[in-house]
């Protein structure tokens, strides 16, 4: 009896193929979390007044600390970003970026159980505004979206074209 071998490579592991996949679904969701955030800053940064009423519209914070929340979240949201961008340090950016984000959703959210009407500020603006022109739902729900991006790059930081990978030992 006479046996056949096979001359084909054999097909990768399910295992081996997720593994390699993994960095770059992580470049994916490390360059749309980078570009959420940097667009989030910028437009925050342009306008620090907007910022700040933005802050307070939510009416969580004392006086004394809605200045300077105002003023240093662009900052924060523009440093995410940059982190992300390059690819350094991306698992403690993505663990700020979902620490952020949890604040952002439960600002969010008790903005809506206690019945204001703010525009959230996300992406500039902010402040009182007429109760149809809220979109909590909306903006929990991309917050919780973007929340799960955030776990998914703390979980699985790897990436390509980062300077986390080109510094690794």
């Given amino acids: 009896m006479t046996t056949r071998l096979s001359t084909r490579t054999p097909a990768p592991a399910q295992g081996d193929r997720a593994r390699r996949a993994l960095p770059v679904a992580g470049t994916a969701v490390r360059l749309a979390l980078a570009l959420v ?7 925050k940064i342009q306008d620090p007044a907007a910022s700040v009423q933005a802050v307070r519209a939510y009416r969580i914070l004392p006086e004394a600390l809605v200045t300077p929340v105002g003023h240093g979240l662009p900052a924060l949201e523009l ?13 403690l950016a993505a663990v700020l970026s979902a ?6 959703l439960a600002g969010i959210v008790q903005a809506w159980a206690r019945g204001l009407s703010i525009d959230c500020g996300c992406f500039g603006g902010g402040g009182e505004i007429d109760s149809a022109d809220t979109h909590y739902l909306r903006e929990a729900l991309r917050d919780a979206g973007l929340l799960v991006l955030s776990a998914w790059a703390a979980r699985w930081p790897a990436s ?10």
Avoid: E, H, K, N
């Fill in 99 to 104: 620490l952020l984000l949890t604040g952002f």
């Fill in 79 to 91: 440093a995410l970003a940059v982190l992300l961008l390059a690819g350094l340090r991306v698992r």
């Fill in 37 to 43: 955030w940097g667009w989030a800053g910028w437009t």
């Fill in 160 to 169: 390509r074209f980062s300077l986390d990978a080109a510094l690794a030992p």
